[in-house]
């Protein structure tokens, strides 16, 4: 079992893959993570107002495709492209001043992309993990940050699936995570181990 040491750690908090594509009844795939949305949002402004910095990650291809790898022959692989409708975040989620963007062409949003730099240069060393999907994005990018000991707090109730993850395997895959990878818990709980912290 992983327990973060929320008084004594630095973090951010990653959302990932809040996409029109994914997330938005509008885009692509129909589905809609409107209850999802509006979990997040109260929890994202908490963590504003507790000086955490929020990053938004983005599941984002090159406009030709060239980057699709495995996904090249898929027609799914045109709704992820930098300049594709779906490609933008949903706009019914809060942003504010001062929260970053950086993208990811697979799954973990630590693998080749520009998200360790901007940890280091944001000095966090903890990753609070919100956004889709959990068997994939999610599970993935807390796997990666494990091997690189960088802790990781699945927020559960700011977290959901995509429309290819079976709805009643979710807590399944929480579940997974919380024996080995990453810590687990609900929003409210990780506010307030974040007003613990030492002031200054």
Not at 36 to 42: D, G
Not at 69 to 89: D, K, R, V
Not at 171 to 180: H, K, S, V
């Amino acid at each position: 079992m992983i327990t973060v040491d929320l008084a004594t750690a630095s973090p951010a908090v990653l959302v990932l893959d809040m996409q029109v594509a994914f997330v938005s009844p509008e885009g692509a795939f129909g589905n809609d993570a409107g209850v999802l949305i509006e979990r997040l949002n109260p929890f994202l402004d908490g963590c504003r107002s507790r000086r955490v910095p929020v990053i938004f990650s983005s599941y984002l291809l090159r406009a030709d495709l060239a980057d699709a790898g495995l996904l090249g022959g898929n027609e799914a692989a045109a709704h992820f492209g930098e300049s594709a409708p779906g490609a933008a975040l949903d706009p019914r989620i809060s942003r504010a001043e001062g929260d970053l963007e950086v993208r990811h062409n697979r799954p973990s949003a630590l693998f080749r992309s520009d998200l360790p730099a901007v940890l280091a240069g944001l000095g966090a060393d903890t990753l609070l993990l919100t956004g889709v999907s959990v068997n994939n994005a999610i599970s993935s990018t807390a796997r990666d940050a494990f091997a690189r000991d960088i802790p990781v707090l699945v927020v559960g109730d700011c977290v959901g699936a995509t429309p290819w993850e079976p709805e009643e395997k979710h807590d399944t895959y929480l579940e997974i995570l919380a024996t080995w990878t990453a810590e687990v818990s609900d929003a409210a709980g990780v506010l307030a181990r974040l007003d613990l912290r030492p002031a200054g």
